[in-house]
């Protein structure tokens, strides 16, 4: 099935740049770094991006424990700062998976770390790496939900933690949630990618350690998603899933997946031919991947203005684009882009199996439904869609997507009456009926 560039896994020998078997490569010009001697993020000879490598390669068999450290075999330490996170549910979701019309349906439901979000997997690895590299201020970019895990991880690692929020764009729920565990926050006039590239200028002078997905270790940390779902997948199954569905912005847990596979491609643990398919999903109001996958196209194009209620993915400059596309195309996955509308009935659809993500995790679903239509995802596909935030991570667009409270009299008799007039309509006819009867 799949066509997995396995030469960006690492070396056959353990370069001299390792650190306790540990080294960073850039994917453009493969050069190494020494991982923890300087600070670095990119390529110091082209700027590329970089990867984390490691002597060791991970079976399945090397995991033990619980949550993300059960995975250090595949990790830079034997633990980190933990609060502790990983062990998400892969939930069953029998109404939804019928109405769909695949196989098998699964939701891996993020939202369930202890911040609320699949960040706090790549912050217990990236806040362990600060303290490794010994700086005083972690800082990032965010559209809310990596504000909320690194100003949770920081003030347990007791650093100084700065984050750059757009202003006005940023749901309630994770500003709060940053503002309560100490973070010092900055709204800029700009949108995320604006927060982004003043993030890295800060990081470039040395005035704070970046913790956003630009960062090779934060997707450390979110690669253990990977590992987690293949493995739970596996003992429920007997197989592993055929596609993996996920809401894209920066791109990062695309990569992240793609780097789990390959890594447990190279160690013989997982056959090529059993690695999902990676499926990408963006808001059409902020949809550089899919574009680039539309066009073929092996970069994405810089959106300036992007909008769209799933506000966790509303991002025009994807970083971990180099990374990711090759996880989509090389796994013979695809990218599509859904409309608002549709990412709030896929939320409430999700809701109605008991389960609550915010806007941007139900783009997972959405996608699928899409595609189902489309014909590009067959009925026979074992598929999970990983919802990547929690209901209450946006609280508003959570009221706005249910319900609304119907005002009853402070009387038994009359709530009744209102709910036997629900039985024939919502409304003035269905109060009226209430009231006869």
Known sequence: MADLDLELAGPETVPDVADDGTWLTCIECGEQFAPFDDVIYTCAECD???????????????????????????????????LPEGDTPLHEVPRLEEEVGVRNLRIKHEGMNPTGSFKDRGMTVGVRVAQEVDVDRLACASTGNTSAALSAYGSRAGLETLVLLPEGKVAAGKIAQAALHGARILEVDGNFDSCL?????????????????????????????????????????????????LPVGNAGNTAALYKAFRELVQSGALAPGDVPKLTGVQAEGAAPMVEAIEEGREDTRRWEDVETIATAIRIGNPVNAPKALPGIRNTGGTAVAVSDEEITEAQRAIAGE?????????????G????????????????????????????????????DP?????????????????????????KLVGLLR
């Open 48 to 82: 590329g991006l970089l990867e984390a490598r490691y002597a060791d390669r991970p079976t399945f068999e090397d995991f033990e424990g619980r949550g993300v450290w059960r995975y250090s075999a595949a990790l830079p330490f034997e633990e980190g700062v933990t």
């Open 197 to 245: 590239d003043i993030v890295q200028d800060l990081a470039d002078r040395d005035e704070a350690y970046l913790l956003n997905s630009l960062n090779p270790f934060r997707l450390e940390g979110q690669k253990t998603i990977g590992f987690e779902i293949l493995e739970r997948f596996y003992e429920d199954e007997g197989r592993y899933p055929d596609r993996i569905v």
């Open 354 to 366: 008991g389960i609550g993500v915010e806007p941007a995790s139900a783009a997972s679903v959405a």
């Open 368 to 403: 699928l439904r899409k595609l189902r239509e489309r014909g590009e995802i067959g009925a026979g596909e074992d598929v999970v869609c990983l919802t990547t935030g929690h209901l209450l991570k946006d609280p508003d667009a959570a009221a706005e997507a249910g319900s």
């Open 406 to 430: 119907e005002p009853v009299p402070n009387d038994t008799d009359k709530v009744l009456a209102h709910l036997q007039g629900r039985d024939v309509g919502s409304g003035l006819l269905g």
